[in-house]
């Protein structure tokens, strides 16, 4: 490859990556926003809330389950 087109290569990974950080500081700012319209320890399930903040849970056994949320981390 060329230098021309390595540079090409990489800035459409910078571009990329600069487009996945603003959507993940988007949603980080919605679920804040959520956070801050509950206003403090939830007293029940809140359905909507957990929509908006939960990827997917995968059940391993009873007491063996993940949870990933929309930020792509897991517990």
């Given at each position: 490859?060329?230098?021309?087109?390595?540079?090409?290569?990489?800035?459409?990974?910078?571009?990329?990556?600069?487009?996945?950080?603003?959507?993940?500081?988007?949603?980080?700012?919605?679920?804040?926003?959520?956070?801050?319209?509950?206003?403090g320890?939830?007293?029940?399930f809140?359905e909507?809330l957990?929509?908006?903040?939960?990827?997917?849970?995968?059940?391993?056994?009873e007491?063996?389950?993940?949870v990933?949320?929309?930020?792509?981390?897991?517990?």
């Amino acid at each position: 490859m060329s230098r021309y087109e390595n540079a090409k290569k990489r800035l459409g990974e910078v571009v990329e990556e600069k487009q996945n950080r603003a959507a993940k500081r988007e949603s980080l700012s919605r679920f804040m926003e959520d956070l801050e319209r509950v206003g403090g320890p939830l007293a029940e399930f809140d359905e909507g809330l957990w929509c908006e903040t939960v990827e997917s849970v995968k059940v391993y056994s009873e007491k063996d389950v993940a949870v990933t949320f929309r930020d792509g981390s897991t517990v």
